[in-house]
């Protein structure tokens, strides 16, 4: 079951579900999203860069976040993703990752971007 996330009832009163592409990107979020300690029950899960936005942005910080998100699809979706490249570009107030990996399944490719921090004006 591809359960929808964030986790709501379609319009049958049933929990809504999702394709397979969509559930995925959705998995990846939730890993850009959680900090490592934050589940209870996996306190190793997530990458932290939702956390990002209160640190001083750097080229430095960019670099040691692509590693982070690398490790954490790698160890939490190897089963159902092939990670191509994982970018992560500083620029003034925005984080900016790109994740493009492979579906194992259907052997699709996908490329999804993620925009952490304030847009610039």
Same mark, same amino acid.
């Given at each position: 079951?591809?359960?929808?996330?964030?986790?709501?009832?379609?319009?049958?009163?049933?929990?809504?579900?999702?394709?397979?592409?969509?559930?995925?990107?959705?998995?990846?979020?939730?890993?850009?999203?959680?900090?490592?300690?934050?589940?209870?029950?996996?306190?190793?899960?997530?990458?932290?860069? &939702? @956390? $990002?936005?209160?640190?001083?942005?750097?080229?430095?910080?960019?670099?040691? !976040? =692509? *590693?982070?998100? /690398?490790?954490?699809?790698?160890?939490?979706?190897?089963?159902?993703?092939?990670?191509?490249?994982?970018?992560?570009?500083?620029?003034? &107030? @925005? $984080?900016?990752?790109?994740?493009?990996?492979?579906?194992?399944?259907?052997? !699709? =490719? *996908?490329?999804? /971007?993620?925009?952490?921090?304030?847009?610039?004006?």
């Amino acid at each position: 079951m591809n359960v929808k996330f964030p986790y709501g009832f379609d319009s049958t009163g049933a929990t809504a579900q999702d394709n397979l592409s969509d559930h995925i990107r959705d998995m990846v979020e939730q890993i850009l999203l959680t900090s490592p300690g934050e589940r209870v029950n996996l306190p190793t899960f997530g990458s932290g860069t &939702a @956390t $990002l936005v209160f640190k001083p942005n750097s080229d430095a910080l960019a670099a040691a !976040q =692509q *590693q982070a998100v /690398q490790a954490a699809l790698q160890m939490w979706l190897s089963d159902l993703i092939k990670v191509q490249s994982v970018e992560v570009e500083a620029e003034d &107030a @925005t $984080l900016q990752v790109t994740v493009a990996y492979t579906i194992i399944q259907s052997q !699709q =490719q *996908q490329t999804q /971007q993620f925009i952490f921090g304030a847009p610039s004006s």
